[in-house]
């Protein structure tokens, strides 16, 4: 069974830090491609960064590159995301994904429907 854990969100004044994780368990996490993606109420599910976890290719979304970068640890099977310069604009829910491809494409990798595997999500809240 897949899990996909996430944690590290919090509530920070803009211009700060925060560093996400997904810890995954039962998912053979070093073959296939993983990324993050962001909610608001109202909204779609947005991707903001993906990385192929064979190749450790990366891709952003034009919003946030330069102050989002996603990273993998192997040994420890977990993704992260450093995300500096936060925004109001960046307040959202936070999911890691996990999909049974490799990252073929940004817009391929950066769409939530290539997903089948999700975490339960990690609140970033940003103050302006």
């Known amino acids: 069974q897949v899990q996909l854990v996430e944690s590290g969100g919090g509530s920070v004044q803009a211009g700060g830090s925060l560093r996400l994780s997904c810890a995954v368990s039962g998912y053979f996490y070093s073959r296939y491609c993983m990324g993050w993606f962001r909610q608001t109420p109202g909204k779609e599910r947005e991707g903001v960064a993906t990385?192929?976890?064979?190749?450790?290719?990366?891709y952003y979304a034009d919003s946030v590159k330069g102050r989002f970068t996603i990273s993998r640890d192997n040994a420890k099977a977990t993704l992260y995301l450093q995300i500096n310069s936060l925004k109001p604009e960046d307040t959202a829910m936070y999911y890691c994904?996990?999909?049974?491809?490799?990252?073929?494409?940004?817009?391929?990798?950066?769409?939530?429907?290539?997903?089948?595997?999700w975490g339960q999500g990690t609140q970033v809240t940003v103050s302006s």
């Open positions: 990385i192929s976890s064979g190749s450790g290719s990366t």
């Open positions: 994904a996990a999909n049974d491809y490799k990252c073929y494409s940004a817009s391929w990798a950066l769409s939530s429907v290539v997903y089948g595997y």
